[in-house]
């Protein structure tokens, strides 16, 4: 950029903008990569939290499925009469220009689907849990997915930043400086030619 440009006062003032609006452009970039990245570090909390509940929660799920199996024989046929849940809705919010979804489970009424002359206790506590796994699940695919859209953007934001910092802004400081000496030099050069000029007429 530098030794293609012609050294006037009309391109320092031009190169100085340019200069300024990167620098700008830089704090910009860099204040959006932080909130991210804080929006993100929160987002992998949740991420953790909401995996430990669904760990301990599928366990005792599955306990209380066991202990029904010995109970009442396979529970198959009980599965069978569970209704398929449609009632999964996605929606987008934006920070920072970051699509994040929003993902909602419909609440629907509680209603067992199977008799309870023919079910135990431990098979409806297992039908309850797996209804929290499914809130859960859904919370935390909202999660997991805001954390790689998060990270993805930062990944860019960063890519852009340095492009700004280690490549575009030293640029235009090595042009301003540049224009600035070569157009001293010609300052000097002209008053040194004034001085020689007034002393041949005095």
């Known amino acids: 950029m530098a030794n293609n440009i012609i050294p006037t006062k009309g391109n320092l003032i031009t190169t100085k903008k340019s200069l300024d609006f990167a620098s700008v452009g830089y704090d910009l970039l860099d204040r959006k990569r932080n909130i991210l990245v804080r929006e993100m570090m929160a987002h992998i909390d949740k991420a953790a939290k909401i995996q430990t509940e669904i760990d301990e929660t599928y366990a005792q799920a ?10 009442v024989g396979s529970c198959d046929s009980f599965a069978e009469t569970v209704h398929i849940d449609d009632g999964l809705s996605i929606n987008f919010r934006s920070v920072m220009g970051v699509e994040l979804p929003a993902v909602t489970l419909a609440e629907s009424p509680v209603q067992i689907p199977f008799g309870l002359h023919t079910s135990t206790s ?28 998060l990270a993805d953007a930062i990944k860019r934001t960063q890519k852009r930043a340095n492009a700004l910092k280690n490549i575009i802004i030293p640029q ?7 224009i600035s000496e070569t157009l001293d030099e010609r300052e000097r050069e002209e008053f040194g030619r004034l001085k020689v000029i007034k002393k041949n007429f005095d």
Not at 131 to 136: N, Y
Not at 141 to 148: K, M, P, T
């Open 122 to 149: 431990l098979l409806d506590k297992a039908f309850f849990k797996f209804r929290v796994v499914k809130q859960l699940t859904a919370e935390l695919a909202e999660v997991e997915n805001s954390v790689y859209r």
């Open 62 to 71: 599955y306990r209380a499925l066991q202990a029904a199996n010995i109970t």
């Open 172 to 178: 235009y400081v090595a042009t301003v400086k540049l």
